[in-house]
């Protein structure tokens, strides 16, 4: 332990220190939880604000004015840029806040276009594809290589699931001859079978948040059980 | 100094003004038939020109060239009187009834003054009766009052009064007389006293205004409408009683003070006004007024015939009206409650200032505009049920408890988080127990135990080429390294095994120091050296945006946002200098610990990579997310790896244990102990659901 270098060695006695004063939540909200937050919340930040310097603004903003000298800012690929995150620092500001909006609506319709877009061909035509399998029996999955009952009863419940799902976000409801309001009998149904496709959903992903934590707590455990028995052993061994 | 009193605002003012200095209000009224060219004791240069419409009229009238005749007025008048006189409405002019005649006295006696009635009867709703009957000549047989020898307390006036009539008046005024009320005559001596004094003082020469009996409406003032002459025969009709219930014929009238008249030969009206002390006609006490056919003019003045009267007297018997009691109980009191209390005449306030300044007894306005008045709601009619009284408690309960001081309450005391300490307690001790200790408590899954998914995964391993670059995507913040590195650390390993260059990317600013902390540690296994066998493309901001277009054309993306220049220009290394398009690449690889970025990927990913495999290394809680787009008919995710067993048993296919089976132990312990708690936790909660059941 002690062999690491000095900024090592202090690096990863910190880690340890940090990771403890997490730990310290299991007791209730402390200072030392406090003080370990803040230092990760500050820490991520200066990060990223030194990364997109470094990693963007610098290379993409500054260094082709440096080299390409006054010219190169009316340069289109370099003058649409400023003249955006000029607009878009704008927004700093309450009384110039509406000149930001042109930066900031590119940003979120190119975004929600891209997205949009993505979702449509890469989830929705799928799973409807999915849900519209065959039910024969004689049929083969081509991933799995199922057939048989088996492969029909995976396609009944993926259809099922897909169904149930959508009629659990229907909230339509159609007033009856009676002039009561509420879901037909069948989407009623539906719906609760959508019900619980989603909380097995979310079980499932719970159970994979659970998992994932566990490992990590391992980790930790481990890491600071090292760095613990390893300052130990230096002790042991400087004595 | 004499003083006059103006008529409008009762505001003194000297006798020598004309109008009043309050008001402007004439105080010295112009008299009305012109006599000989002189009005009364106005000077003639007072009296406004004649119009010429006027002097028409007067020419007109024969015998009379600019002088109206006093006992004959224009035309209309003397329809007006034409029409007042049928032979229904009254006896006509001269002519005594019968019944009068009989009590009259003989022509050598003195004749007592007619009753004006009978000279002039009541005209019609409209017809300004004072006018008819100052127009009327007089009778014959009735002798006017003369001007200025009388006053309305005067024997004279009074030796005038048939006795008949005073009888009969007597009676009437005590039968309305009620115990404990006032006599009528009372009043009226009280406003005799009142009125006719300031009226003799404000006009001591002058035809003095006649009072208004009370309930009688005040007379508007004269307006300077028409002309002057006729005024005083335009004089408005009788006053109207507005809140006497019947009319009060003029034979049973109280006496109304005389008044004078302007001068001699204005048209003298015979008044029937009796004082009180007055005698009355000799013989009248014997005379039955229910015995008496009045006339019918006389009987609907009266206030109706017979049948009325027979119903006053059934009224007068009748007994007092009762309200129901649920009528009674709806009747609002607080709103019809008094808001001006009535004071007694004397202590009444005078009017100090504008228009009715100087009256006693005037309606003040502010109480009844400004000053807070009962709701208009009965509230106190509301119907109280217990629980109102219970609200009503409560609400003062509560108001008792705001106006006291609230005692400082002791410092509460903190519970302490047992359970969080239990539960974290457990968990730490069965993650800990095992790390410390190196217990194998859990063995290691046998190939046969594997996941299904490696085979897969390995098999797209085995196809991704050599010759370029595979792309790594750093998705996941450092957070997440302890559980990432564990399941892409295999991953890793088996792709430098394979010796397939790799380029590095990070979608999230801390991915690069991931990106470069993993490749280290298996480089130096492999012998892989930064620059040949991977690279750093660094850092790609713009989310899913950026994402579709560095796969669309990754060295256009990398370049627009500046690439790495740490790295120089990494697009001519020979792994990465035959890339154009992100299907170029050998294989695309996601390390992702986020659900929405890693389905963005995907999605964006899968449309643009052809034949490019891209696999996935997730963690445990986004597995579920992107498992339909590996189980998909045509998927767009080749190969999936998530969650520590996945990782020890891709270590074991590579035949290098690393971080997952040194985690294993102390993973399995922490999933034995969490989901004891879940199984505790539920049995709990359904316990107490039955307990709770149980009692219902």
Redesign the interface.
């Known amino acids: 332990m002690l062999s690491l270098p000095l900024s090592e060695l202090i690096g990863t006695i910190a880690a340890a220190l940090l990771t403890l004063m997490v730990?310290s939540y299991?007791?209730?909200d402390n200072v030392l939880f406090r003080i370990a937050v803040h230092i990760f919340v500050g820490v991520?930040a200066g990060?990223?604000g030194a990364?997109?310097w470094?990693?963007?603004?610098?290379?993409?903003?500054i260094?082709p004015i440096r080299r390409g000298g006054l010219t190169a800012i009316f340069d289109p690929l370099t003058l649409i840029p400023v003249l955006l995150i000029l607009m878009l620092l704008l927004k700093l500001s309450p009384a110039t806040a509406r000149a930001g909006g042109l930066p900031l609506a590119l940003l979120v319709g190119?975004?929600a276009a891209?997205?949009v877009g993505?979702?449509i061909?890469?989830?929705v035509l799928?799973?409807a594809?999915?849900a519209a399998?065959s039910l024969s029996p004689t049929e083969v999955?081509?991933?799995?290589g199922e057939t048989g009952l088996e492969r029909t009863i995976n396609v009944a419940i993926v259809l099922l699931g897909t169904l149930g799902t959508l009629f659990y976000f229907r909230f339509a409801a159609r007033r009856s001859s009676g002039g009561v309001v509420g879901r037909p009998a069948l989407g009623v149904v539906l719906a609760s079978v959508g019900q619980v496709f989603l909380a097995l959903?979310f079980g499932?992903?719970f159970?994979?948040?659970?998992?994932?934590s566990?490992?990590?707590?391992?980790?930790?455990?481990?890491f600071v059980?090292g760095v613990v028995g390893g300052l130990l052993a230096a002790g042991t061994g400087a004595g | 100094m004499d003083e006059i009193r103006c008529p409008m605002c009762s505001t003194l003012n000297p006798s020598e003004a004309d109008v009043c200095r309050q008001c402007g209000a004439r105080l010295k009224p112009v008299l009305g038939i012109p006599t000989g060219g002189k009005t009364g004791p106005l000077e003639a240069g007072d009296l406004p020109p004649v119009p010429d419409w006027l002097n028409r009229i007067r020419s007109d009238l024969p015998g009379e060239e600019g002088e109206a005749p006093a006992s004959e007025g224009p035309d209309w008048l003397g329809r007006m009187r034409e029409a007042a006189t049928p032979g229904d409405e009254g006896p006509p002019a001269g002519e005594v009834p019968e019944w009068l005649k009989e009590d009259a006295p003989a022509p050598d006696e003195p004749a007592p003054s007619a009753p004006a009635p009978r000279t002039a009867p009541p005209a019609p709703a409209g017809k300004p009766a004072a006018a008819s009957s100052t127009a009327e000549p007089p009778s014959p047989s009735l002798t006017p009052i003369e001007p200025g020898t009388s006053k309305p307390n005067e024997t004279s006036m009074a030796g005038e009064t048939p006795e008949w009539l005073s009888r009969i008046r007597d009676r009437e005024a005590k039968a309305r007389q009620r115990p404990g009320q006032e006599p009528e005559e009372d009043w009226l001596a009280r406003f005799r006293d009142e009125a006719i004094p300031s009226a003799a003082q404000a006009k001591p020469d002058k035809k003095e205004a006649r009072p208004e009996p009370p309930g009688v409406s005040p007379k508007p003032p004269p307006k300077e409408a028409g002309p002057a002459e006729l005024r005083p025969m335009a004089r408005p009709p009788a006053p109207v009683p507005s809140r006497a219930p019947e009319p009060i014929p003029a034979a049973l009238q109280p006496p109304i003070p005389e008044t004078e008249a302007p001068s001699q030969d204005l048209p003298k009206v015979p008044a029937l006004i009796l004082d009180s002390g007055g005698t009355a006609t000799p013989g009248a006490e014997d005379i039955d007024l229910e015995s008496i056919q009045l006339p019918e003019w006389m009987s609907d003045l009266k206030g109706g015939g017979p049948e009325e009267a027979a119903g006053e007297r059934s009224r007068r018997d009748l007994a007092p009206a009762t309200i129901p009691a649920w009528l009674e109980a709806m009747r609002p009191i607080d709103t019809f409650r008094s808001v001006v209390e009535i004071q007694p005449e004397e202590e009444q306030s005078v009017e100090a200032a504008g228009p009715l300044a100087g009256l006693r007894g005037v309606l003040l306005a502010e109480p009844v505009v400004a000053m807070p008045r009962a709701p208009g709601m009965d509230m106190g009619r509301v119907d109280v049920t217990d629980r109102h009284y219970a609200q009503a408690e409560l609400l003062q309960k509560m108001l008792e408890e705001e106006a006291h001081e609230a005692p400082v309450a002791p410092g509460q005391r903190r519970r302490l988080p047992l359970l969080r300490w239990v539960v974290g307690a457990a968990v730490l001790l069965a993650v800990a127990i095992p790390a410390v200790l190196g217990a194998t408590w859990f063995p290691v899954p046998s190939p046969e135990q594997w996941p299904p998914e490696l085979v897969g995964f390995r098999s797209v391993m085995g196809r991704i080429p050599t010759d370029r670059a595979s792309l790594l995507v750093f998705d996941y913040e450092p957070g997440y390294a302890g559980e990432m590195e564990a399941v892409l650390g295999p991953v890793v390993d088996d792709l430098m095994t394979r010796g397939i260059p790799l380029a590095t990317l990070a979608t999230r600013p801390a991915g690069r120091i991931l990106a470069e902390r993993i490749l280290a540690r298996y480089s130096s296994l492999h012998g892989f050296a930064a620059g040949e066998g991977f690279l750093h493309l660094g850092y790609l901001p713009g989310g899913a945006t950026a994402a579709q277009a560095f796969l669309a054309a990754p060295r256009q993306a990398w370049e627009s946002v500046g690439g790495a220049p740490s790295e120089g220009d990494v697009w001519v290394s020979p792994s990465l200098a035959s890339i154009q398009t992100a299907s170029d690449f050998g294989a695309v690889f996601l390390f992702s610990a986020g659900a929405e970025s890693a389905r963005t990927w995907v999605e964006q990913a899968g449309p643009l990579l052809d034949s490019t495999p891209l696999l996935a290394v997730v963690s445990a809680g986004v597995e579920p997310i992107l498992r339909p787009y590996y189980d998909s008919q045509a998927p767009p995710l080749d190969a999936i790896a998530s969650g520590l067993p996945m990782a020890l048993a891709y270590e074991g296919a590579n035949g290098r244990q690393a971080d997952a089976l040194s985690r294993w132990n102390p993973y399995g312990s922490g999933m034995l102990a969490a989901e004891a708690l879940l199984a505790g936790g539920t049995l709990y909660g359904l316990a107490g659901w039955l307990t709770r059941r149980r009692p219902a």
Do not use: D, K
């Not at chain 1, 999955?141 to 799995?144: A, E, F, I, N, V």
């Not at chain 1, 159970?207 to 994932?212: Q, T, V």
């Open positions: 730990l299991l007791l209730g991520a990060y990223a990364t997109a470094r990693g963007v603004l610098e290379p993409a903003l260094e190119v975004a891209v997205t993505g979702a061909s890469g989830t799928p799973q594809w999915a399998e999955s081509p991933l799995t959903t499932a992903m159970a994979g948040a659970i998992s994932a566990l490992v990590v707590l391992a980790e930790r455990v481990q059980w």
